[in-house]
């Protein structure tokens, strides 16, 4: 807390050396009885800028573990991405940790599909309660939302019509993505019922047309 006596005016400065953080901070004046008087909202811009590039190609990857995190699981996974300051690995909740990866032009779903392999590998001794989806490939950072979603109903299909899968994509959803929008006890009574319990995808195309 910065102090100074009010007279006609009151002027402080404090260091952004010595600021606690950066972004949005909240500036609040009180008078000698510690009364709010005013008010101030300030941006306090990073010293270091991440130069972001807007568009390039990216996919979001949702790894769920099947235990609460000790801070292993994500290092583990940041061992894979943390050196390339392009890919971004965060933990989302205490199962869940995501990965924003760059891609390459010539990247393909296959080679998304070895990257999850890769990941999974990385929890071989408890690889039955590893699940990991991810979503389509996006061009611009705005649509990084949209990646997420699609692999966040990938994780959540999966364990409905794929039990014994480890990694989903959405791409590979199929009818699943309309079941999907039933509430999970009737999906499940649907494949019950319509399907004799079979998964979405044991179907050719010519029975799903």
């Known amino acids: 807390m910065a102090k100074g006596l009010l007279k006609d005016r009151l ?3 404090i260091p952004l050396s010595e600021f606690p953080y950066q972004g949005i901070a909240e500036f609040t004046l009180f008078n000698a009885a510690m009364q709010p008087v005013a008010e101030r909202l300030v941006y306090v811009h990073p010293e270091k800028k991440l ?18 995190k000790d801070g292993n699981e994500l290092e583990k996974i940041r061992s894979l991405f943390g050196g390339k300051s392009k890919d ?16 390459a032009e010539n990247e393909t779903y296959d080679d998304l599909r070895k990257t999850a392999e890769v990941i999974l590998n990385l929890f071989r001794s408890e690889a039955d309660g590893v699940h990991i989806a991810y979503g389509t490939v996006i ?20 364990k409905i019509f794929f039990e014994e899968r480890n990694i989903i994509a959405y791409s590979q959803l199929g009818i699943g993505r309309l079941i999907y929008q039933l509430p999970i006890p009737l ?9 004799d319990g079979k998964s979405p995808d044991d179907f050719d195309e010519e029975i799903l047309s």
């Open 88 to 103: 971004f690995v965060t933990a989302v909740d205490e199962k869940n940790i995501i990965v924003v990866k760059e891609l």
């Open 11 to 13: 002027k402080m400065k």
């Open 187 to 195: 999906c499940k009574m649907f494949i019950k019922e319509i399907f």
């Open 139 to 158: 061009n611009e950072l705005k649509e990084v939302s949209r990646s997420y979603k699609e692999a966040r109903m990938a994780l959540d299909v999966g």
């Open 51 to 68: 130069h972001i590039d807007i568009e390039v190609r990216r996919v979001v990857f949702i790894v769920e573990t099947n235990r609460e």
